[in-house]
């Protein structure tokens, strides 16, 4: 299975300080919708795994999270595109969960919930955590320059990254590097 999971906010659409709590403030990064669309046309699935702590801290309901997903599923289908399952850590930096990244519990249950090791397994986000989180789960950490990022576009990147992290400007120039990989033939063993 060709796997990929994305974080959500500042991956796909845009950030906040003041979180993201309703349909209405969520909005696509330009082109991150049509990286996914493109990425799944080539048979990869992808998979967001997200912190949602505006849920334990009381900023918004399951609800207007659902309707916020409706929307993000919805203009993904317009362009051709889906998002396969979203898994998100719906506690508080206060409740010590391990599904809060930068721990790897949301990895662990998508790796269960599709029957896959997740060795490998290309992982995009836009702050250190995501990738801590990805690379403690065995995933292949790439960076966006968006979202919590985008202030390294002029050079620089965070200090901690996990070993091998790969940079983009964005999900659409992360979507060129992986569909040109994997359209390199494959070394032949002489």
């Known amino acids: 299975m060709k796997l990929v999971i994305l974080d959500r906010d500042g991956t796909i659409n845009s950030d906040s300080d003041d979180f993201v709590k309703t349909p209405d403030e969520w909005l696509p990064l330009p082109g991150s919708l049509e990286a996914i669309a493109r990425l799944n046309h080539a048979g990869w699935h992808v998979v967001i795994a997200s912190n949602q702590s505006g849920l334990g801290r009381g900023l918004f ?11 993000m599923h919805k203009m993904l289908a317009a362009v051709g595109g889906r998002i396969d399952a979203v898994f998100y850590c ?3 930096p206060e409740e010590s969960c391990t599904c809060r990244k930068p721990l790897p519990g949301l990895f662990e249950q998508i790796g269960a919930r599709f029957g896959v090791q997740l060795a490998g397994v290309p992982t995009v986000g836009d702050s250190l955590r995501d990738l801590q989180a990805g690379a403690a789960a065995g995933c292949e950490p790439h960076l966006v320059l968006t979202g ?20 983009h400007a964005d999900l659409a120039a992360f979507a060129d590097f992986l569909l040109e990989r994997s359209a390199r033939p494959l070394p032949v063993a002489i």
Request: charged residues 20%; proline residues 9%; without cysteine.
């Open 61 to 71: 309901d399951v609800a207007s999270l659902n309707a916020m997903h409706a929307k």
């Open 90 to 92: 719906p506690h508080s």
């Open 148 to 167: 919590k990022s985008a202030r390294y576009r002029a050079g620089g990147q965070p200090e901690g990254l996990p070993a091998g992290t790969t940079l």
